[in-house]
T-cell receptor
Framework: GENVEQHPSTLSVQEGDSAVIKCTYS??????FPWYKQELGKRPQLIID?????GEKKDQRIAVTLNKTAKHFSLHITETQPEDSAVYFC?????????????FGGGTRVLVKP | GAVVSQHPSWVICKSGTSVKIECRSL??????MFWYRQFPKQSLMLMAT?????????EQGVEKDKFLINHASLTLSTLTVTSAHPEDSSFYIC????????????FGPGTRLLVL
C-alpha cells in the first residue's frame, strides 16, 4: 500500500520567514495530494491540494509543488505569521479496496516565533 | 459549504461499555465517509472506509467486530466502539467525501474518547 514520509517533524521559524515541509510517497499511481492544517484539539482543515496533472499551485502565501518523477511534494508558506503555528499533514490518495483513500504523513509541528 | 459535524465531542465511559459516535454531512451528500483514529501527537490513521448502503471496508489490523460502522444514509455514518477498554482511548475523527467532488475529504471536529 501507499506510504507517505514527511519531514521535518518539527519546524521553528521566525515570523516573516518562510517554512518548507517535504513529503515523499511510494505509490506511483497516486494522483491527488492535499495538505491539512490541524490546530490543537481541532479538526484537520484543508489548506491546499494539488493533482498529478500540475506541478505547482499557489494560494496567497501558500504554495505546493509536485515532482511526480521523484514522487515528492512540498508545502511552502511565505511571510509566516504566528497564526500559522499548527501541525501540518500531507497526504496522498491511492486506490483502496473501497475506492480512493488518503494516507497521511506523520505531521510537522510548525512554531512561528513572533 | 462542506460542513461535517460529529457527536458527541467528548465522552468518558467505563471499561466494557459501548460508545456510539455519529458523523453527519450537513450541507452535502456523502457517498463515502471515513473513520480515523488519532493518538496524541501522532498522525491520522485510517480505520475504515464506509460507502453508503454497503458494508464498511476495514484497514488491516482494525477489528470489525469491535468497531462497528453503519452508513445507512448519504448524510449519516456511525461508529460504535464495543466493549471499550482503556487502550481504545483516542481522538476519533470522521471525514466525508461528496459524490460530486472527487477526492476532497472534509473532516468532522472529532470525538475525544476516554475509557476508564
Amino acid at each position: 500500500g501507499e506510504n507517505v514520509e514527511q519531514h521535518p517533524s518539527t519546524l521553528s521559524v521566525q515570523e516573516g520567514d518562510s517554512a518548507v515541509i517535504k513529503c515523499t510517497y511510494s505509490d506511483s499511481a497516486s494522483n491527488y495530494f492535499p495538505w491539512y492544517k490541524q490546530e490543537l484539539g481541532k479538526r484537520p482543515q484543508l489548506i491546499i491540494d494539488i493533482r498529478s496533472n500540475v506541478g505547482e499551485k499557489k494560494d496567497q502565501r501558500i504554495a505546493v509543488t509536485l515532482n511526480k518523477t521523484a514522487k515528492h511534494f512540498s508545502l511552502h508558506i511565505t511571510e509566516t505569521q504566528p497564526e500559522d503555528s499548527a501541525v501540518y499533514f500531507c497526504a496522498a490518495s491511492s486506490r483502496g479496496a473501497a475506492g480512493n483513500k488518503l494516507t497521511f504523513g506523520g505531521g510537522t509541528r510548525v512554531l512561528v516565533k513572533p | 459549504g462542506a460542513v461535517v459535524s460529529q457527536h458527541p465531542s467528548w465522552v468518558i465511559c467505563k471499561s466494557g461499555t459501548s460508545v456510539k459516535i455519529e458523523c453527519r454531512s450537513l450541507d452535502f451528500q456523502a457517498t463515502t465517509m471515513f473513520w480515523y483514529r488519532q493518538f496524541p501527537k501522532q498522525s491520522l490513521m485510517l480505520m475504515a472506509t464506509s460507502n453508503e448502503g454497503s458494508k464498511a471496508t476495514y484497514e488491516q489490523g482494525v477489528e470489525k467486530d469491535k468497531f462497528l460502522i453503519n452508513h445507512a444514509s448519504l448524510t449519516l455514518s456511525t461508529l460504535t466502539v464495543t466493549s471499550a477498554h482503556p487502550e481504545d482511548s483516542s481522538f476519533y475523527i470522521c471525514s466525508a467525501r461528496a459524490a460530486t467532488n472527487g477526492e476532497t475529504q472534509y473532516f468532522g471536529p472529532g470525538t475525544r474518547l476516554l475509557v476508564l
